[in-house]
């Protein structure tokens, strides 16, 4: 098993491996892990998310699964690394964190089987799927602006290899409190199957990232809050949430919501069917 990160190093990236406190280049400069500015472990062409997985979730959502996984897109605009900031935009209140396992293409990849699969795979990392649900209403369910917007797709802070993806424990952290505990045994569809599913009719590429979905206990974050995803055996990634510079523009385009679709999504629940609206904060 290796461990690799991607981080700027005297205005250059590089490529480092850990050596106790501190990260080593293959020139063999150094540098002390706490003051590292991390870049995201690959450069995707494509980001690629899994909408629902794990059982928790479903449960927690009181929905059924479809046949087969169905996903939507993060821009690599997005892409955010550790100890970034994670900005909620002014006038928008409902920013939740989702940990993931983050699956990244070593090779191209076209029409494998679930058995090929784990050949095309470089390696595992973690992501912080976070969902700026004011926008839950628009963008025709592409998700676009909830999962897209800046910031809004940290990964890292390591690309770990040979891996076993069974029966790790997931666990994100909000200021030091557990707020998601899951497991990678509760996904209906496990690494090698979401990759062969997708190369079926898209090309992976070198660096692409394949969210493989959150458990159940996403919710909202506020600026100041420090959120932490724990894998077992792909380390911890961090981020900190801020307010962004400038409001949402309020001349163009849709406007941030707190209806029942945002409501229910953001606090983990079918509210509109329940007949439960859950008090304003």
């Given at each position: 098993?290796?461990?690799?990160s991607?981080?700027?190093l005297?205005?250059?990236?590089?490529?480092?491996?850990?050596d106790?406190?501190?990260?080593?280049?293959?020139?063999?400069?150094r540098?002390?892990?706490?003051?590292a500015i991390?870049?995201p472990?690959?450069?995707?062409s494509k980001?690629l998310?899994?909408?629902?997985n794990h059982?928790?979730?479903?449960?927690e959502f009181q929905?059924?699964?479809?046949p087969?996984?169905?996903?939507?897109?993060?821009?690599?605009?997005a892409?955010?690394g550790?100890r970034?900031h994670v900005?909620r935009?002014?006038?928008c209140?409902?920013?939740?964190?989702?940990g993931?396992?983050?699956?990244?293409?070593g090779?191209?990849?076209r029409n494998?089987?679930?058995?090929e699969?784990?050949?095309?795979?470089a390696?595992y990392?973690?992501?912080?799927?976070?969902g700026?649900h004011?926008?839950?209403d628009t963008?025709?369910?592409?998700m676009?602006?909830?999962k897209?917007?800046?910031?809004?797709?940290?990964?890292g802070p390591a690309?770990?290899?040979?891996?076993?993806?069974?029966?790790?424990?997931?666990?994100?952290l909000?200021?030091?409190e557990v707020?998601?505990d899951?497991?990678?045994?509760?996904?209906?569809?496990d690494?090698?199957y979401?990759v062969?599913?997708?190369?079926?009719?898209i090309?992976?590429?070198?660096?692409?990232?394949?969210?493989s979905?959150?458990?159940?206990?996403?919710?909202p974050?506020?600026?100041g809050?420090e959120?932490?995803v724990?894998?077992e055996?792909?380390?911890?990634?961090?981020?900190?949430?801020?307010?962004?510079?400038?409001?949402i523009?309020?001349?163009?385009?849709?406007?941030?919501?707190?209806s029942?679709?945002?409501?229910?999504t953001a606090?983990?629940?079918?509210?509109?069917f329940?007949?439960?609206r859950p008090p304003r904060?």
């Amino acid at each position: 098993m290796s461990r690799t990160s991607r981080i700027l190093l005297d205005g250059s990236v590089a490529t480092v491996v850990a050596d106790g406190d501190e990260l080593v280049a293959p020139d063999g400069r150094r540098i002390a892990e706490r003051d590292a500015i991390y870049l995201p472990p690959s450069e995707p062409s494509k980001i690629l998310c899994v909408h629902l997985n794990h059982v928790s979730r479903v449960t927690e959502f009181q929905v059924s699964l479809p046949p087969a996984p169905t996903y939507f897109q993060k821009p690599t605009s997005a892409l955010n690394g550790h100890r970034g900031h994670v900005v909620r935009p002014d006038r928008c209140r409902w920013l939740n964190y989702e940990g993931e396992v983050v699956i990244v293409i070593g090779r191209p990849c076209r029409n494998v089987s679930p058995a090929e699969a784990g050949d095309y795979i470089a390696g595992y990392t973690i992501g912080n799927d976070f969902g700026l649900h004011d926008f839950r209403d628009t963008d025709a369910g592409s998700m676009l602006r909830v999962k897209g917007s800046d910031t809004l797709c940290p990964v890292g802070p390591a690309l770990v290899t040979d891996w076993d993806f069974r029966g790790k424990r997931i666990r994100t952290l909000v200021n030091g409190e557990v707020r998601q505990d899951g497991s990678t045994d509760e996904m209906t569809w496990d690494m090698h199957y979401l990759v062969a599913d997708l190369a079926r009719t898209i090309t992976l590429s070198p660096g692409d990232m394949i969210f493989s979905g959150t458990p159940a206990n996403s919710r909202p974050v506020q600026p100041g809050d420090e959120v932490t995803v724990e894998v077992e055996g792909l380390g911890a990634l961090t981020n900190t949430v801020v307010t962004g510079p400038t409001p949402i523009r309020d001349d163009v385009g849709a406007q941030p919501t707190e209806s029942e679709e945002v409501l229910s999504t953001a606090l983990g629940g079918d509210w509109e069917f329940r007949g439960i609206r859950p008090p304003r904060r």
